[in-house]
């Protein structure tokens, strides 16, 4: 059986990949490599083990891909590689803060739904200063900020709402008004980079309140109805709108 | 009926043989497809379809799919992509599967009778039009990320 010959994985590094496509790392990543061990240049080959992103599998001699999108890399702390694609359906990631919607009570325990394919269990003990004397006051259809504990292909996903210092740092339920919405993930992705121009130029234009979940659910709350309706289209029709455009609506809105 | 069927059959080995399910055990994924207009070619069609609707929902692959349909005329000649007249003059119609990763076949049906050299043959053309159609997946995929 022929091998298929992959190409350089630095090289696709910015392209687009499909499935199939077969990625060889260069070949200081081989752990078994002899005569590499003795490295006596400083700028040669990251130290540690690479790491192979979402998008990615590891196959004999190098990384298959398993989704398509654009090839990402980082060369800190050993490396890593990922696939950036762009999805709407949420896959449960330890870790990840995420809005869900509370849709059962079930003794200790409540039910959410986070867009995953199963519902994630939160009990009523991971919020902060609750003790089973004094339980948190959380109703069917409260909307909840929280991050995943557990959350593989195995297990019920298990969400919490405190930190690993006991402290919830933003996390617990989601006030009262406001507007909960879906988007794709790539969009909450841009949004949460640092220095997001398009949170800059909507704050400039009304005081609100905002909420971004991993799993695709934003929720928006201004003074008014109307300018909350007004930031939701924005933030929708920010996925296809150029910098150019989305300037241009603003301004428009602004000059009203 | 039983030509959907069995057309559903054909379309869920394909899929099952590419998709990672072992990343979303205790799930069922669904695909449905909606046939706008038949011109000929539906199997190959619907297969083109179901590859490009799962890159695009995130689902994990190992490989990408093509279906590629080859009708035999009665003068032993191979035309590719037969139209739905073309598909009742000829003598045998086969459709194939193939796999982007060494043009490997996925699913191969027949509806009329031929001899294993032609089959071959069919087989030859059909993963040399194969490669056109990954380029052309390869093409829409370049255009909507270079969008964003």
Not at chain 1, 25 to 35: I, K, N, R, W
Not at chain 2, 24 to 36: C, D, F, N, S, Y
Not at chain 2, 41 to 47: F, P
Request: glycine share 10%; hydrophobic share 40%.
């Amino acid at each position: 059986m022929a091998a298929e010959s992959g190409t350089a994985a630095e090289a696709l590094v910015g392209q687009v990949v499909l499935p199939g496509d077969l990625l060889l790392l260069p070949a200081h990543y081989d752990e078994d490599a002899e005569g590499e061990r003795l490295r006596l240049s400083a700028g040669g080959a990251p130290q540690g083990r690479l790491l192979c992103g979402p998008g990615l599998r590891r196959c004999g001699a190098g990384l298959l891909v398993t989704k398509c999108g654009l090839l990402r890399h980082r060369p800190a702390g050993g490396g890593a590689f990922w696939v950036d694609s762009q999805q709407k359906r949420y896959v449960p990631v330890k870790g990840d803060h995420v809005i869900g919607i509370v849709t059962a009570k079930a003794g200790d325990v409540f039910r959410l739904d986070v867009g995953g394919s199963e519902p994630a269990s939160l009990s009523y003990l991971a919020f902060e200063g609750a003790t089973k004397r004094n339980r948190p006051n959380v109703q069917v259809g409260d909307l909840i900020y929280g991050q995943f504990l557990v959350a593989n292909k195995d297990m019920e996903p298990e969400m919490v709402c405190i930190d690993s210092s006991g402290k919830s740092s933003g996390m617990g339920i989601i006030g009262q008004d406001g507007f909960l919405f879906k988007v794709s993930l790539g969009l909450i992705r841009k949004l949460l980079a640092p220095k997001c121009e398009i949170i800059q130029e909507l704050s400039q234009l009304y005081p609100f309140e905002l909420v971004l979940g991993m799993n695709g659910r934003i929720w928006v709350k201004a003074k008014t109805v109307q300018q909350t309706l007004i930031i939701v289209n924005i933030l929708e029709a920010c996925e296809y709108m150029s910098a150019e455009q989305r300037k241009q609506a603003l301004a428009k809105l602004s000059g009203n | 009926g039983v030509l959907e069927r069995s057309r559903e059959q054909l379309l869920r080995q394909t899929c099952e043989a590419v998709v990672l399910g072992a990343l979303h055990p205790r799930t069922a994924i669904t695909l449905v497809l909606q046939v706008l207009s038949d011109a000929g070619s539906l199997l190959s069609c619907c297969l083109n379809a179901a590859c490009m609707a799962l890159l695009d929902g995130g689902l994990p692959l190992a490989t990408l799919f093509c279906g590629v349909t080859c009708a035999l005329q009665p003068d032993g000649s191979v035309l590719l992509d037969p139209t739905a007249r073309q598909e009742q003059e000829a003598r045998a119609i086969l459709t194939f599967a193939i796999g982007s990763s060494e043009r490997k076949v996925l699913m191969a049906t027949t509806k009329g009778s031929c001899s294993v050299e032609e089959m071959q043959q069919c087989l030859a053309a059909a993963q040399g039009a194969a490669d056109t159609i990954f380029q052309f997946y390869r093409d829409s995929v370049r255009r909507r990320y270079c969008k964003s």
